[in-house]
């Protein structure tokens, strides 16, 4: 069944990179808990403890708001096809913006994407894994292309205007420091 790890292991790291969903929880102290399903080619395992991920621009941006409010982050897989398997990291992360010397780090291992808001980079102290059991079998058909070809559509300046009207506060009212200087 379930066990507790101090790092991600070179197994559980093979299964990180087949999965082609992950979901992150984050909270503040008060409001709401918000749990974001994310996919694409948007998250590397960088060694046993660390690991980023590109947030790609969205109608909200809790995790952001969230971060700045509170370091805790969890990150979730669960195998849909295969062994079963549930996986949780959980950790403190970081977010950085453009403007943030770290995005520049690691911008470069992630596909080229206009609509690239921020990339959070997470200090793993727990690997938790779980059965799995009653998690359904689930057959990958394709990545959804609709996030990408919006954000092209829109070209920098407009994602940049976006971000103003939809991507400066949570839902709760908490400032995400989207595109202070």
């Not at 974001?36 to 998250?43: A, I, L, Q, V, W």
């Amino acid at each position: 069944m379930g066990k507790q790890l101090e790092a991600i292991t070179a197994e559980l790291k093979a299964f990180i990179e087949k999965q082609k969903i992950f979901f992150v929880g984050t909270a503040a102290a008060t409001g709401r808990v918000n749990i974001s399903p994310k996919g694409t080619d948007s998250f590397r395992v960088i060694d046993k403890n660390k690991i980023v991920w590109l947030n790609l621009t969205g109608s909200g941006n809790e995790t952001a708001a969230h971060l700045l409010k509170n370091h805790r982050m969890t990150i979730l897989f669960c195998a849909f096809e295969g062994k079963p398997l549930i996986l949780r990291l959980y950790g403190n992360a970081k977010i950085y913006h453009p403007r943030d010397p770290e995005y520049h780090t690691y911008i470069h291992l992630f596909p080229e994407n206009v609509g690239a808001r921020q990339i959070i980079e997470m200090e793993v102290d727990l690997v938790q894994t779980s059965c799995g059991y009653a998690v359904p079998f689930m057959d990958f058909k394709e990545e959804r292309t609709v996030l990408h070809s919006w954000a092209e559509k829109q070209g920098k300046d407009n994602i940049e205007t976006y971000w103003e009207t939809k991507n400066t506060t949570s839902i709760d009212g908490f400032e995400t420091k989207i595109l202070e200087d």
